[in-house]
């Protein structure tokens, strides 16, 4: 039984994975088969992810998109309105600068 549950942990834990992505970075990410998003300041604990939790994308699936992307498909799929979020998040579209 023990055997079991390990293989069936290792075996979903290999299904998805994260974005590929600097330790500090300012990234945003699609993947278009399970329309999952993530993106905000990797390394700042200032990530958003929306969709499949986890994802279904392995490394190679994620796609780099551009803030005005991230931001117009959340509000598409998930209904995200960016008014209601932090100062950060409410910035339009080419804004890539670090909080302080």
Known sequence: MRFLVLALAVLLSGCATAPPHGKVEIAYFECPESRT???GIYGK???RHFGPDPG???S??????????????ATA??????SKEGPWW??????????Q
Not at 60 to 73: E, M
Not at 77 to 82: F, H, L, P, R, S
Not at 90 to 99: A, D, I, T, Y
């Open 37 to 39: 998003l993530e993106g």
């Open 45 to 47: 604990d200032m990530v």
């Open 56 to 58: 279904l994308c392995q």
């Open 60 to 73: 190679s699936d994620w796609v780099r998109i551009t803030r005005a992307q991230f931001k117009d498909l």
């Open 77 to 82: 799929w998930y209904g995200v309105d960016w």
């Open 90 to 99: 409410q910035r339009s579209g080419g804004e890539e600068v670090l909080p």
